[in-house]
Each structure stands twice: as C-alpha cells, then as structure tokens.
C-alpha cells in the first residue's frame, strides 16, 4: 500500500479588530500595533471615508498617515452615497491587499454596521423601492418625529434597538426591508451573508471607566471646536453644499451654529451629549459581537497595549501551531 502525502491545509491569515467606543483610543492603539508588528491599518469608521472631513471625524493626522500606511480614509466626496456594501468591498480588498504583502492587517473603528459588513457580509436584501421611500417620509411628515420609529419597534424590535430614533435614513431601510421582504430585517441579516474567509480573527474591544470615558469624550468635543470645527463646517458647506455626512456629531451642531440656533457653549454641550449617547450605542452593539476580548481600558494605556500584544503573539503561536 502506498503511502500518500495530504498537504496541510494553510493557515488562516491574522486579521486583527480593534473595536470599542469613540475616544477609547482605538487609533493610538492600532498606531502602536501597526508599529510593533509593521502592520497596515484599515479604517472601519463611516464618516472617515468623506473627504475633506478632518477635525470633527477625529482622523489620523496626515504625518501619522504618512508614516504607517491606512486605508479607507479620504475616499469618495461627501455629496457621494457611500454603503456599508462599499465597505465591506473595499475593506476586503484592503486586506487581501496588506496580507499578500506579509503585514498584518489591523482593522480599527467604532462603526459596528460596516465592521458587522465586513467580517460577517451582507444580506441580499431587496432593491430600493423610490415610491415606498416616498410613502414612508410622507407618512413621517404628516404624524411627525418618532412615528418611523415606532413602526419599525412593532415590525422589527431587534432592528429598532440598534437604529438612533433619528436616523431616518436607516429607519427608511429597514423599514423598506421589513415591507419588501415581508420579514424583520434582523431575520434577513442572517440569511444569505458570506462571511469573511481565510482569516483568522482576533477581535480585542476597549471598554473604559465609563467615567472616565465621558470626561475625554467632553475634552475632545470641545477640543474639536477650539480646533476649528465652524470654519470646517463652513468651508465644507460652501464647497459642496447640503450633504447627508454634515448631519454627523460635531457637524451638525457647527452648522446651527453658523445658522445662529446656538450660542458656541450651547453647541459644544449639545455636541458633548451627543458624543455620550453615540458611546453607549457603539458599546451595546459590540457586546453582541461574539469572541470579543475586552479590556478595560484607553488604548494609550501601557497594561492595555501590553495585553494586546499578548493576545496577539497568542494567537499568532495558534495558527503556527
């Protein structure tokens, strides 16, 4: 009897996601890890794909950029629609890209939809419906604020608990989806994805003193208007007019103040408090995420890059193994 050789199957490719709340220093984080294990990053953030949108998305500045190679920031102008679809497109590409160089790819953002896009793909869902779209602002309009939302809560609980009670595009989604499909969108999120392969994935999510998390979020909200918000906002408007990505924290509360709605103090607070709520949504979503390694703690902290580092040589020593 002949023996035969089986080539061992390769091993999976790392891939690591750096997730958590805005201000948890998921950025400072991922620089370091990029610069340890000479890896490239790959923003997984919705509003850094505007271009032009630097102080209020809290990008990377262009010497960090310049000095470790990141991608999916500055792609397409902010009058352009851009999808989590987009994303998981580019996304995938991006890091086929870096791994074939031999670097690791290092995912890091506080966007859970595009995150959930790219490591678990999309659903087919149906294609937009402009009459429906049509329908459901008018019925928007005629029993005003919250109405889309309390329609979603009754056709789709679990969707509505994850769309802000503001967010009429994505409350228009799902609600196009829940009709279209005749189903939850949550249930048809489940059906048909192709997930992510060939990767094995070490997902590390920051998770800081509450606390101490809502002081940095004040600082940094107030920072950002010291820094030149308004005059962002108001180069912004006069270069490309009205954009659905100006309706962004820290950009929508710029533009009333230039239409006069606030005074500055006024802004900045509204600015703070929207920051806040949008941690705690971001914190809710990615405690669902499962294999989750959470540390608790700001990613420009000594222990917590310490222990990324060793779940990552852990991982690393499992898939040579």
């Not at 499909?181 to 800081?208: D, N, T």
Request: include cysteine; hydrophobic fraction near 35%.
């Amino acid at each position: 009897m002949v023996a035969r050789l089986v080539e061992a199957a390769p091993p999976d490719l790392l891939l690591i996601v750096l997730a958590g709340p805005t201000a948890s220093g998921k950025t400072s984080l991922s620089q370091y890890l990029a610069e340890r294990y000479n890896g490239e990053i790959v923003s997984c953030d919705s509003v850094a794909v505007y271009r032009d949108m630097e102080i209020g998305t809290a990008k990377p500045d262009k010497a960090d950029r310049k000095r470790i190679p990141h991608h999916l920031i500055d792609v397409v102008d902010p009058t352009e629609p851009y999808t989590a679809g987009d994303y998981s497109r580019a996304g995938r590409a991006a890091i086929t890209e870096i791994s074939a160089r031999g670097r690791p790819p290092i995912v890091t953002g506080g966007t859970g939809l595009y995150l959930k896009a790219l490591v678990d793909g999309l659903f087919a869902g149906p294609q937009r419906s402009e009459s429906l779209r049509e329908r459901l602002k008018l019925s928007d309009k005629k029993h005003g604020r919250g109405w889309l939302y309390q329609i979603l809560m009754r056709l789709d609980p679990k969707s509505a608990e994850r769309i802000h009670p503001n967010d009429k595009p994505k409350l228009i989604r799902a609600l196009e989806v829940c009709i279209a499909a005749r189903q939850p969108m949550s249930h048809a999120w489940e059906q048909g994805r192709e997930a992510l392969k060939g990767f094995g994935i070490l997902r590390i999510g920051l998770e800081p003193d509450r606390d101490f998390l809502y002081q940095r979020i004040n600082k940094r909200a107030a920072a950002m208007f010291q820094n030149g918000l308004v005059e962002e906002t108001r180069m912004l408007l006069e270069k490309y007019g009205e954009a659905r990505p100006f309706d962004s924290l820290g950009y929508k509360q710029a533009r009333a103040l230039l239409r006069g709605d606030y005074r500055e103090v006024d802004a900045i607070s509204l600015a703070q408090q929207g920051h806040r709520n949008y941690a705690k949504r971001q914190l809710t979503w990615f405690h669902r995420e499962r294999d989750m390694y959470w540390l608790h703690g700001f990613g420009d902290e000594p222990r917590i890059r310490k222990k990324a580092v060793e779940l990552i040589d852990e991982q690393s020593n499992k898939s040579t193994d």
